[in-house]
Each structure stands twice: as C-alpha cells, then as structure tokens.
C-alpha cells in the first residue's frame, strides 16, 4: 500500500474548450494550473526540433525508452528536477497536461519492498506525447504506446520517495481534446471532447461509460475483483474508482464541479453575445485559473501551491500568420503577480534546450512569497502591462509583443531592483 506520509492530490485543475467560438474565428481554450510541493522549482523550457539516430535511446527521469527518428519543437512547464513535464505545446499545435489520480489498482505501483517502482512517471509520458503527437490523438495514442510498452510509475517528487501516482491526461488541438485515465501500471481510458464542447479534469476519475476505447484487459481485471458484473454497461469509473458502488459516484470534487460551472458560464456568455476576438476566451481562461475561493489557483508557502500556470489559443484557422498563441507565468501562482507572458513558435529559432531565465525569474517570485513581500503600485502596473501586451496580439492587426524570452528578462530586471 502507498505511505500513509504520501500526500494526496491538492490542486491540479486542467480545461479545455474545443472550438469555442468568436468574430474571428474559432479555436479550442486550453488551461492548466499546476501545482505541486510550494519549494519545488519550476520552469518553462523549449526544446528545438531534433532528428536521432537509429536504435538511439532517450533517457527519461528513471529509465530509458526508444527514440523516435524525429522529435517536434515543444515548450514545455515542469519541475526543473525531472525529464518530462506538467504542461506544454509544440509546433504542430497540440497542448496537453496531466494529472495525479489514485484508482483501486494504485498497488500495481508499489515494490514488494513497499517504494514506488520506478518506471515512467506521467510527466514523462506528456513529454514523450508532446514531442511526437502531431495531433491530439496521435498524441494520446503515443502516451497509451509508451503505457503499455513500460508502465507508470515511480517517486513523484524529488523530496519524498514515497509519493507516487496514477495519472490522467488531457491532449487538444484546434478541432478536438482527448481525456487519457490510467489506473495501476498499464491500464487506461479515453474519452473524446467534439467541436462545442468543453471539459475539465481536477485529480478525479472522471470517465463513466462515455469512453472511447478501455485498455485490452481491464474488464476482466475488474470482473475478476467483484468492480463488475460482466453484464451491465461498462462504466470505469465505477469499476476502477468505486469498486462498482455507487456511493459517492455522481458527486464530483468541490474543484471539479467549481470548474464546470466555470465552462458553463463562459459558454452561457459566448451564446449571449459572441466574443470578438479570442482575447476574450484567453480572459476568461486567466480569470478561472486565478480563482482562489474554488482552489482552482492554490495558494501555501510551505505545502503545495500553484507552481506554474498555461493558457493556449489553438485557432482552427489561422489568421494574418497568426499560430497558436501560448501564455505561461512561468512563476509561482497567477494570482502573486506575476503575468500571462506570450510565446509562439515563431518566437525566433533556438539551437538547444533554454529556459528563458525562468528558473530565476521563479526564485525571484519564491523569494518574495516566503518574505511575505507585497507589490508596489507602480511594478503592479508593469507587471501589468506585460500581460496586456501579450492579450492584444489576439486581436486583429495588433503589433508583435516582445518575445517570452524578452518578457522574462524584463519581468527578473523589475523584481531586482
């Protein structure tokens, strides 16, 4: 069994919206807080396109897996200490994000010995899908590859050994999303978000009998274990999260439900009066992950917090050269101060791995919350600033903001001086 020290999933709250709908176009809302331990660094990185050898190998944070002949561009936000990543994009506009989830089959992860067996952990698998999806469910498609071919798992978090999760997964891309839920080492569960439609996933099993597919063996593993019967409908999360009661089935958790109503609303709004540009959905999207009150945006300077956040616009048809639009803080929670800072792939070329000094940028943030520093007006109005600069490329004919990299450099000049 997992440790009792193992901390339970805080706050990790994942959204999309596919297709949503504006004057200029449509295009599918993608956000996602993560949050993890409050003193684990975080960073944001992009990785360039890369061509590998034959037979090559790539590491990942505990073991080694193949290699793809070619890897797309990614910007990836992670722990700075791990392989894989909480959340990202890459250039063939998918985005994607994961989860810490727990299901009647957590066991399968843990040694004889009682610690975690190390495998690959589900930030790993979102990179992996990451850097060779060249769309959503190719991208899903691969994670399920790289789950069944070398099973999850492992330590999650580089101060606690013991900690140690299934994961799920959400994959988008300008048409459709994917929900991706795994339980024990291999087994798994996907669902598909169509065009008008919206979903959000918040440390839960979510998946009912809506799925799109279930991995080869779990209906028998759950029919062997007394989860289900063999004759009504298959319904995974009853099997695999309630052990086929249906006690506590319907409810959903305070941040989950929060977070439907959120897309309920946005789409009820969009109805009434149709946004004129996506800026609007972006809004929308920042004001959601900022909401303290509903836990959506955690906030502790010891325990867990919101350790990095993203927002992206995925237009279903790009306009004046326009490509997907990125947003990251890049530090620390969205509410502390700092801004929503725009990348695109178009953002000049790199040759190898950078992290836009983001490392800095979030000890510089880390250092303000522990000494309980508060913003003044003027570096508030900046810091603004940057995240208005960012939102008016959204709108039609509006200039090129600096880039990420130029954003983060100026956002580490104000908070030194």
């Known amino acids: 069994m997992l440790s009792p020290s193992v901390p339970a999933p805080q706050s990790c709250d994942t959204f999309v919206y596919v297709q949503a709908p504006s004057l200029k176009g449509a295009g599918t809302l993608f956000g996602k807080n993560s949050d993890r331990p409050s003193g684990e660094h975080h960073e944001v990185i992009r990785i360039p396109h890369q061509r590998h050898g034959e037979n090559e190998v790539v590491q990942c ?30 250039s063939a506009g998918v985005v994607g994000g994961n989860e810490a989830i727990y299901s009647l089959l957590s066991d399968e992860l843990i040694s004889l010995d009682g610690t975690p ?66 339980a024990g080492r291999r087994h798994w569960a996907w669902e598909r978000i169509g065009p008008g439609e ?43 999260d309630t052990g086929g009661s249906v006690d506590g089935l319907e409810s959903r958790g305070d941040r989950e439900a929060a977070g439907l109503g959120h ?50 616009w995925l237009p279903s048809m790009p306009e004046n050269g326009k490509d997907a639009s990125h947003f990251f803080t890049g530090a620390s929670d969205p509410l502390c101060g700092t801004p929503y800072k725009l990348f695109t792939f178009s953002d000049g070329k790199e040759e ?33 600033k940057m995240e208005e600069e960012g ?7 509006s200039k090129r903001p600096p880039t990420f990299a130029e954003m983060v450099n100026e956002e580490v000049k104000l908070l030194e001086n």
């Open 61 to 90: 944070t505990y073991i080694a897996v193949s290699q793809a002949p070619e890897t797309l561009e990614v910007m990836l936000s992670r722990p700075s200490w791990l392989w894989g990543c909480e959340m990202g994009s890459n």
């Open 117 to 182: 067996r190390k495998s690959l952990l589900g930030m790993d698998l979102l990179r992996l899908s990451l850097e060779r999806g060249t769309s959503a469910k190719h991208a899903m498609e691969t994670c399920i590859h790289f789950l069944e071919e070398y099973g999850q798992g492992g330590p999650c978090c580089a101060e606690d050994a013991n900690w140690s999760y299934e994961n799920s997964f959400l994959f988008a891309d300008a048409n459709e999303a994917y929900v991706l839920e795994t």
């Open 198 to 240: 919206h979903r959000n996933i918040s440390n839960g099993i979510s998946i009912r009998s809506k799925f799109g597919a279930v991995s080869k063996d779990i209906q028998s593993v759950c029919q062997k274990n007394g989860w289900w019967d063999g004759l009504s409908k298959f319904d995974w999360k009853r099997a695999v």
């Open 263 to 312: 897309l309920k609303t946005m789409k009820a709004k969009s109805v009434t009066t149709l946004p004129e540009s996506p800026r609007w959905w972006v809004e929308q999207m920042s004001s959601v992950l900022r909401d303290e009150g509903a836990g959506i945006c955690f906030r502790d300077r010891h325990g867990f917090c919101s350790t990095g956040s993203q927002i992206s």
């Open 352 to 384: 190898s791995m950078f992290d836009h000094q983001t490392r800095r940028l979030w000890d510089l943030w880390r250092k303000r919350a522990l000494n309980r520093s508060t913003l003044s007006a003027p570096l508030r109005a900046a810091l603004s």
């Open 391 to 397: 939102l008016s490329f959204l709108q039609v004919d």
